[in-house]
């Protein structure tokens, strides 16, 4: 009877593919023209082709933070953007990096991650350690001295703690008590994230819903290879807790 009285929601709201995600039925995303989709329909660790079928994920609402979603909302309902190549989520993806409860990068304001992003310095997390200070200066409005501050920001990042870059990675679900119990029980972030639910669930705290998150995440290869040039470029994924 629930699921019945749910596909009627969904046809009176919305468009429904066959797993039963809910797209907008003319709305888009005003940055990448994607379909928006109902709160908590698809996964937010996936990097859904508009719209994505086939999607299997757990519930995004509870615990999500909002710098995963950019949308709009209709008659009380919130749709979001699903595409994690909008340009509003990479610069959200690199704010959240930036900010104080993930690896506290001084000057990686909302301003400056909008300039880096938008003359395609910065296109994910990983490329910020790949900046140049004479690049960084050359952005309207930042002097050098700004510039060597942010870039001694960044390369200090490096020293962060594991747990610190395991909540700025935007992982769905994944905040700082997740995060400081899976850096307690596995050696490390590379570690935590190549395991499957059964064993991240052993993690103090950690329930089905946060593992089944961190495993989709992982499971994108793209994410993958980020987790890899991270480590290639420095930054700390060990874990001393």
Request: proline share 5%; hydrophobic share 40%.
């Amino acid at each position: 009877m629930l699921k019945f009285i749910g596909k009627l929601f969904a046809l009176a709201f919305g468009q429904q593919d066959r797993t039963g995600n809910v797209f907008h039925p003319a709305g888009k995303c005003p940055e990448c023209g994607s379909k928006l989709f109902k709160t908590g329909s698809v996964g937010w660790g996936e990097r859904p082709r508009e719209p994505k079928q086939g999607s299997k994920n757990p519930d995004g609402s509870p615990g999500v933070s909002p710098h995963q979603r950019t949308g709009d909302k209709e008659e009380g309902s919130a749709w979001y953007c699903p595409n994690l190549d909008c340009p509003a989520q990479i610069r959200a993806r690199i704010e959240h990096w930036c900010s104080r409860d993930a690896m506290d990068i001084a000057g990686g304001d909302a301003a400056l991650v909008a300039q880096l992003v938008g003359h395609g310095l910065a296109r994910d997390v990983a490329e910020l350690y790949r900046l140049r200070i004479a690049e960084i200066a050359a952005l309207p409005g930042i002097d050098k001295n700004s510039a060597k501050n942010f870039f001694d920001a960044v390369a200090a990042s490096k020293k962060r703690e594991a747990w610190r870059a395991l909540i700025g990675l935007s992982i769905p679900q994944v905040g700082v008590e997740e995060a400081k119990s899976l850096c307690r029980h596995f050696t490390d972030v590379d570690n935590a994230l190549a395991a499957d639910v059964e064993r991240l669930m052993k993690a103090d705290g950690i329930s089905e819903n946060v593992a089944r998150s961190v495993a989709q995440w992982h499971s994108d290869s793209v994410n993958g290879r980020l987790v890899k040039r991270l480590d290639k470029a420095g930054v700390n994924l060990k874990s001393e807790l």
